[in-house]
């Protein structure tokens, strides 16, 4: 079987550590990148969004992603973020109440970094929300 070790460390704990054959995570493109064993060698930055692992015993994890990056290096990938959160584990409310303060701050005039700021925390939320209402 063709797999690889893979390692997540978000910034409160180590998300997962073992045997993978797919690691498939949102890429700041706006696409996704799908990882298998032998992937080449590359560094790359992670987007918040829905992140899909296949482990080496064919048990498919979902979870959400935060902002970080990965390196893929010799059969091996270490994932590091901001966050990482099983769907069960995502507080729905809290999600639900920073999707509204995003859009709220996004109607008033703000500067542009915060308009940024405010359009990162919006899509964080929604994708919170998306991976808490897909996958439970």
């Known amino acids: 079987m063709n797999t690889f070790q893979l390692k997540i460390i978000a910034s409160n704990r180590i998300f997962f550590d073992g045997e993978a054959t797919s690691l498939v995570v949102p890429h700041t493109d706006g696409g996704q990148m799908c990882f298998l064993a032998h992937h080449e060698n590359c560094v790359l930055p992670i987007d918040a969004g829905e992140m899909k692992i296949i482990d080496k015993d064919d048990e498919i994890v ?5 902002n970080g990056f ?9 994932l590091v973020c901001v966050s990482a959160e099983h769907p069960d584990e ?3 409310r809290r999600a639900q109440e920073a ?8 109607r008033q005039k703000l500067s542009i970094l915060e308009h940024h700021h405010s359009q990162a925390n919006l899509a964080r ?8 209402s897909r996958y439970l």
């Not at 990965?70 to 270490?78: A, G, K, M, P, R």
């Not at 939320?125 to 808490?132: F, G, T």
């Open 62 to 66: 979902h979870a959400f992603v935060g």
């Open 70 to 78: 990965l390196e893929c290096f010799d059969n091996s990938i270490l």
């Open 90 to 92: 995502i507080d729905a």
């Open 99 to 106: 999707k509204e303060r995003a859009e709220e701050e996004m």
């Open 125 to 132: 939320a929604m994708e919170r929300l998306k991976v808490k």
